[in-house]
């Protein structure tokens, strides 16, 4: 594959995601499919995701010990260490399912990196039923998340426990 997303012309709005999601998915399973650097493939998802959907902060969080500790990321300047449980990010590791917020406002002990940030969406992948990091997606959009984007982001995981 080479490195172009070939993606719909129009830039998704918030519930009209599905079919630049069916278009990326598979590309980004291409994309990972020959290359075992877990950095390398973590980059270029964060960097698609980014592409595709304009986000405002892409990133994924290692699990290291008790912290989240920051990898590869697509914006501006983000927290580097994250204990287990604190923010969303953490809750999503503590929990171990998906985290929706559509008002990081109203999320009691939102670690605020950026006042830009309105919203967001924390998945977390497992490896051998750990797990291993977790996905953070911000928006500068109150209510920018659904169900929607968790169904597709979660597909993730068969993508990425191939080379983590």
Request: with cysteine; aromatic share 8%; hydrophobic share 45%.
């Amino acid at each position: 594959m080479s490195e172009d997303l070939n993606l719909p012309n129009t830039m998704p709005k918030a519930g009209d995601r599905r079919a630049q999601y069916q278009a990326l998915l598979p590309q980004l399973a291409s994309l990972t499919a020959h290359e075992n650097d877990s950095v390398a493939n973590l980059a270029n998802i964060t960097a698609a995701l980014k592409e595709a959907f304009g986000f405002f902060w892409v990133g994924f969080y290692r699990v290291m010990g008790n912290e989240l500790v920051l990898g590869p990321f697509q914006g501006p300047l983000a927290c580097t260490r994250i204990p287990r449980g604190n923010g969303v990010c953490g809750v999503a590791w503590a929990e171990g399912n998906t985290q929706i917020v559509a008002d990081v406002n109203q999320f009691p002990g939102h670690i605020a990196c950026s006042t830009v940030s309105r919203s967001e969406i924390v998945v977390p992948f497992s490896k051998a039923g750990k797990i291993v990091l977790v996905l953070d997606i911000d928006s500068d959009q109150l209510n920018d998340f659904s169900d929607l984007d968790k169904e597709y982001l979660e597909q993730l995981q068969s993508i990425i426990e191939r080379f983590m």
